[in-house]
């Protein structure tokens, strides 16, 4: 089922303020167009290191109403096969070694060119100390992560023993918001959106691997991030999945006789992006885009390119993104597993 289909079904289901809620706690961006900056197309300004989306800006993807939590109340159980099960306090979490880092956060949902994609510096503590306090099981394979809300998802163990995986406390250097998981969520670098659960209350360990909400309506149990990148930015117009048509008149401010700038993102699972193609003809031939390097490869790779058109008329905008070992494929048709292909935009250039 798709994501907008159960909110929908949910909608028909319930009543009058409930309803509403529902709508406003789901999706109280759908209708937006996707945050992008302008200046990344000013061609004697270098591209940024990083791009953050403000959090005002930052997608929302909750299965439910936001969950208010009381932070001094707040408490995160290991329990489950373990043979010192404890909790902790957002204290406890505070007075952790913290480690900062920028990662891009995107729904699996999310169509090619969509909004459900942003990119924030995060802040919290490594959970793998946590984990070996609790004393696992030797059976011990999964842990269940569980929301205030209900929402829960799963990941095998060797995954979240990762040194880069941590209890998040901090969002664009400000506490996270209570959309965004207030007081801790847990962020697993290389998955999708699914994979980083808010308003984290508890880690059960389990002996056997098991599905999560919305992996149970059919997602990736994986959920790893694909490499693909999209273009963003033609000129003055943001582009996106439902707005890839740009009319561009020949003179002007913003006019195609002086060239036409093309912008975009580019993320993968965790490999560097190596390069950025794009074609101005529909695929038929590819340039090489300028981009930049983020030192982690779970942010989003920054990319320009100049176009310079011979000729007004109708032409088809492409871009796809290479790793050492993998170029993106230009149509993607499993859905369930996120959207990898290219997305199209449409350019008339006008006389
Ligand atoms: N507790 C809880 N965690 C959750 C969800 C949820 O509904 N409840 N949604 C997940 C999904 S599908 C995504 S894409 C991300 C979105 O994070 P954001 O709302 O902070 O952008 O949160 C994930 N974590
Ligand atoms: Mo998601």
Not at 68 to 93: E, R, V
Not at 178 to 183: C, L, Q, R, V
Not at 230 to 259: F, K, N, P
Request: hydrophobic content about 35%.
């Amino acid at each position: 089922m798709k994501r907008r289909t159960l909110i929908q079904r949910l909608l028909q289901t319930s009543t009058g303020l409930i309803g509403a809620n529902l709508l406003a706690g789901c999706s109280p961006r759908r209708s937006r167009d996707p945050w992008f900056d302008q200046q990344l197309l000013n061609p004697t300004v270098s591209l940024p290191e990083h791009l953050l989306t403000p959090v005002s800006e930052f997608y929302v993807q909750s299965y439910g109403l936001p969950v208010t939590l009381d932070a001094t109340k707040w408490q995160l159980a290991f329990a489950g096969a373990s043979a010192q099960p404890f909790t902790l306090s957002l204290a406890d979490i505070l007075a952790a070694p913290q480690q900062t880092f920028h990662l891009t956060l995107e729904c699996i949902g999310n169509q090619t060119g969509g909004e459900q994609i942003g990119n924030a510096i995060w802040q919290g503590t490594p959970l793998s100390p946590f984990l070996a306090k609790a004393q696992l099981r030797p059976e011990v394979t999964h842990c269940i992560l569980h929301g205030a809300d209900s929402y829960e998802t799963t990941l095998p163990l060797s995954d979240l023993q990762r040194s880069d995986v941590c209890l998040v406390h901090r969002m664009n250097q400000a506490p996270l918001t209570p959309e965004h998981g207030y007081p801790v969520r847990l962020i697993v670098p290389g998955r999708f959106g699914q994979k980083q659960p808010k308003w984290l209350v508890k880690i059960e360990a389990i002996a056997e691997p098991k599905q999560g909400y919305w992996e149970r309506q059919g997602w990736s149990n994986t959920a790893t991030i694909p490499l693909h990148g999209v273009i963003r930015q033609v000129q003055q117009d943001l582009v996106w999945h439902r707005q890839s048509q740009v009319e561009l008149s020949r003179t002007g401010a913003t006019g195609w006789a002086e060239g036409v700038l093309i912008a975009g993102i580019a993320l993968d699972q965790a490999s560097p992006i190596q390069a950025i193609r794009v074609s101005t003809d529909g695929g038929k031939t590819w340039q090489r885009a300028q981009q930049n390097q983020p030192t982690s490869p779970h942010e989003w790779t920054l990319w320009r390119y100049l176009w310079r058109p011979q000729q007004a008329g109708q032409h088809t905008l492409l871009a796809i993104a290479q790793t050492a070992d993998q170029t993106q494929p230009l149509r993607d048709d499993q859905k369930m597993d996120g959207s990898a292909g290219a997305l199209k935009i449409h350019v008339n250039l006008t006389a």
